[in-house]
């Protein structure tokens, strides 16, 4: 049981280059996220997903896209990069409060972006 | 909205001394409530969860949370802390109409001395 998968698990892009961040469980959660990680802001919710093709909007979503086509699979795009998107971005996937209410956490994508 | 305040970036205390980490939340209709810890580079694990029921909680590793709604808190205790306590710890929110959106405070770093 691998849990929250995130690849890549390192990045150095080039302002104004894209990439994809792609987030994979296998624990059939129908709640995934993605959050951005800065010293002293903690977690900022980017963008969310409540279930299989649909996705919604979180605290810091400006600058990301999300897609959601396949339950187990939640995607990560930066269009055009910014030094600001520096961050350590995770993925998590959720039980659901309806369950046991608990967040399961990848182990973050460090990027960097000059 | 849903919110969380984090009383103090840092906190140090001396092994077997008491911890005690402070978190205050907002949230117009029940919360549910959460802390999370975080160990140098990986992801978030669960200490412990609020949801309904008793307003005192047990966590891992001889955690404790108390709900006090009238303050509008959720403090994270520990009566001995151990060097293995040296984290950074998250207290987080959702409700049951938010989506199961969690809302993270800015985090706490814990350091233990000897």
């Known amino acids: 049981n691998a849990g929250v998968t995130q690849t890549p698990k390192f990045r150095v892009l080039k302002t104004g280059q894209s990439m994809t961040l792609l987030c994979a469980q296998d624990?059939?959660?129908?709640?995934m996220y993605w959050y951005r990680q800065d010293p002293g802001m903690g977690l900022r919710l980017i963008h969310y997903?409540?279930?299989?093709?649909?996705?919604a909007k979180g605290e810091v979503p400006d600058g990301y896209n999300v897609s959601r086509l396949k339950k187990q699979n939640f995607l990560l795009g930066l269009e055009s990069a910014a030094p600001s998107q520096t961050s350590v971005y995770f993925c998590?996937?959720?039980?659901?409060?309806?369950?046991?209410?608990?967040?399961?956490f990848g182990e973050g994508s460090r990027l960097t972006v000059l | 909205a849903q919110s969380v305040t984090q009383l103090g970036s840092h906190v140090s205390v001396s092994e077997g001394a008491l911890v005690l980490l402070r978190c205050n939340y907002s949230?117009?209709?029940?919360?549910?409530l959460f802390w999370y810890v975080q160990y140098p580079n990986q992801g978030l694990q669960l200490l412990l969860k609020?949801?309904?029921?008793?307003?005192l909680v047990k966590g891992i590793n001889g955690f404790e949370a108390e709900f006090k709604k009238s303050e509008t808190s959720f403090h994270l205790t520990k009566p001995s802390a151990h060097m293995s306590d040296a984290a950074e710890y998250f207290c987080?929110?959702?409700?049951?109409?938010?989506?199961?959106?969690?809302?993270f405070g800015a985090g706490t770093r814990l350091a233990v001395h000897p």
């Open positions: 998590a996937s959720f039980t659901g409060l309806e369950n046991t209410g608990e967040l399961f």
């Open positions: 624990m059939n959660h129908e709640y």
């Open positions: 997903s409540v279930g299989e093709g649909t996705t």
């Open positions: 949230s117009s209709v029940p919360p549910y």
């Open positions: 609020y949801t309904t029921g008793a307003t």
């Open positions: 987080a929110v959702t409700n049951s109409g938010g989506y199961n959106k969690l809302i």
